[in-house]
C-alpha cells in the first residue's frame, strides 16, 4: 500500500462543475502539498496546509489531520484547470523527504 | 524571485555520452532536491543536499552523479545511462530546517536516451 493514495486517478468534467480531489495518507506529517502539473512538466505549488482549510481564487483545500485526509477542491472549473494535481506529504521526521501521491489527471471539457 | 531555473530544457544523448543537467535558484535555499519522473508516474526523489551535503541518496545508480558547487546551483552528471532513464528530472528548492517546507519546482530537463 502507497504511504500516500489519491483518487480518483483521472477525472473529467465539464466546465463550470465542482471539482473534488481526495488525499489520503498512512506517515506522520509535518504538512501535505497540492501541486499542479500541466502537460510539458513543470510543478507549481498551490498550496501546503497542517491544519484547516485554505482557500486561493476558485481553489480550496482542507485537511484532516486525525482522520489522515485532504481534499482539494475546484470551483467553477475551467478547462484552463486540466492538470495532474499531486498531493504530497511532507514526513515529520525529515522535513526534506516527501512521500507523492500517484496524481489525479483532470480534463475539463468546455 | 521564486524561480528554479533548470537547464538544458531538452537533452537528447547517446548512451557513451556525458552530459550534465544544472538547476539553479536565487531564493536564498540552502536544500535542494533532484527528482526522476517517468510519464503517467509522481516524481521520484533521487538526491537531496542540505547545506551543500548530500543528506538523502535514494539509492541510485552511480551513472548519475550529483554536485552542489555552492548553496545557489545543484548539477546532475550524467554517464553511460540506458534508455530506461529516459524521464523527465525535476530540480527543486527549499529552505530547510522550517516546519513548512514548501519545495518550488523548476520546469524540469526532458531527457531522452538512445
Known amino acids: 500500500k502507497n504511504e500516500v493514495e489519491q483518487s480518483p486517478q483521472n477525472l473529467t468534467a465539464q466546465e463550470g462543475e465542482f471539482i473534488t480531489i481526495n488525499c489520503s495518507y498512512s506517515?506522520?506529517?509535518?504538512?501535505l502539498h497540492w501541486l499542479q502539473q500541466h502537460p510539458g512538466g513543470g510543478i507549481v505549488s498551490l498550496f501546503m496546509?497542517?491544519?484547516g482549510k485554505k482557500k486561493h481564487g476558485r481553489l480550496i483545500a482542507t485537511i484532516n489531520i486525525q482522520e489522515k485526509h485532504s481534499s482539494l477542491h475546484i470551483t467553477a472549473s475551467h478547462p484552463r484547470d486540466s492538470a495532474v494535481y499531486i498531493c504530497?506529504?511532507?514526513?515529520?521526521?525529515?522535513?526534506?523527504?516527501?512521500?507523492f501521491g500517484a496524481g489525479t489527471r483532470l480534463t475539463v471539457k468546455p | 524571485d521564486t524561480e528554479v531555473t533548470q537547464t538544458p530544457k531538452h537533452l537528447v544523448m547517446g548512451m557513451t555520452n556525458k552530459k550534465s543537467l544544472k538547476c539553479e535558484q536565487h531564493?536564498?535555499?540552502?536544500?535542494m532536491y533532484w527528482y526522476k519522473q517517468k510519464a503517467k508516474k509522481p516524481p521520484e526523489l533521487m538526491f537531496v543536499?542540505?547545506?551543500?551535503?548530500?543528506?538523502i541518496n535514494e539509492s541510485v545508480p552511480s551513472r548519475f552523479s550529483p554536485e552542489c558547487p555552492n548553496s545557489s546551483l545543484l548539477n546532475l552528471h550524467l554517464h553511460a545511462l540506458q534508455p530506461e532513464d529516459s524521464a523527465l528530472y525535476l530540480c527543486?528548492?527549499?529552505?530547510?530546517?522550517?516546519?513548512?517546507?514548501?519545495?518550488?519546482f523548476g520546469a524540469g530537463t526532458r531527457l531522452s536516451v538512445l
Open positions: 527543486a528548492s527549499s529552505q530547510p530546517g522550517l516546519a513548512k517546507n514548501i519545495q518550488y
Open positions: 506517515v506522520g506529517i509535518s504538512a
Open positions: 496546509l497542517s491544519s
Open positions: 504530497a506529504a511532507l514526513l515529520a521526521y525529515n522535513n526534506n523527504d516527501m512521500r
Open positions: 531564493m536564498g535555499h540552502r536544500a
Open positions: 543536499y542540505s547545506y551543500e551535503k548530500l543528506s
